[in-house]
């Protein structure tokens, strides 16, 4: 059974994390593989039952995480360059979709969203397994009310979906009104039903 929060309590204030992709072109003619090592950005990937996933992390933590699209990533041509971090989401992805986790242990890292981008973020890290909320309520949570909208575009710009579940926020009638991951909402309403949290299309 799904659980609707409310209320304004319960923030968790991760490490978190620069944000987020890496350009998709190269960075003063360079590829992705030497701007990756010049930061010093981990990358691995692994199978899931929603497509395959592709996770970035630096030192700090997690930076990004990116769901198969059409048989393609983002960085599919870049070579792996795993990290302990990295070994560490990837085992606990793997737990959460076998049914045997709920909760990730994880360092995030958002430095590229905006402050306000940032804030919607660090809301929806409130939000445990099973949890739903809408867009208006959301914005309330993090002192922002009547912004459902930018709202929407935040939780759609968030760098880190699954670990940092994006995928709870419903329209207030329960409603999926987009989702930017994956196959977009077949792969919202399979996270959402892998939760337990009612839902219409």
Request: hydrophobic share 40%.
């Amino acid at each position: 059974m799904s659980r609707h929060v409310f209320g304004v309590s319960g923030l968790i204030g991760c490490a978190r994390r620069s944000d987020v992709r890496i350009p998709p072109v190269a960075l003063n003619g360079r590829g992705y593989s030497e701007i990756m090592s010049s930061f010093d950005i981990s990358l691995i990937r692994l199978a899931s039952p929603i497509g395959r996933l592709e996770l970035t992390a630096d030192d700090t933590g997690i930076r990004s995480l990116s769901i198969e699209n059409n048989g393609r990533l983002p960085l599919d041509a870049t070579p792996e360059r795993p990290s302990p971090v990295l070994r560490q989401a990837a085992g606990q992805l793997d737990e959460y979709f076998a049914g045997a986790r709920r909760t990730f242990e994880l360092a995030v890292h958002f430095s590229e969203g905006t402050p306000f981008q940032r804030s919607v973020w660090q809301g929806l890290q409130g939000l445990a397994f099973g949890d739903v909320i809408s867009y208006g309520d959301l914005g309330a949570r993090i002192g922002r009310p009547g912004s459902g909208r930018a709202i929407g575009g935040a939780v759609g710009a968030n760098p880190v979906p699954i670990i940092v579940g994006c995928h709870r926020v419903l329209a207030t009638n329960g409603r999926i009104t987009g989702y930017s991951g994956g196959a977009g909402i077949a792969t919202k309403a399979w996270l959402l039903d892998h939760e337990g949290i009612e839902h219409t299309a």
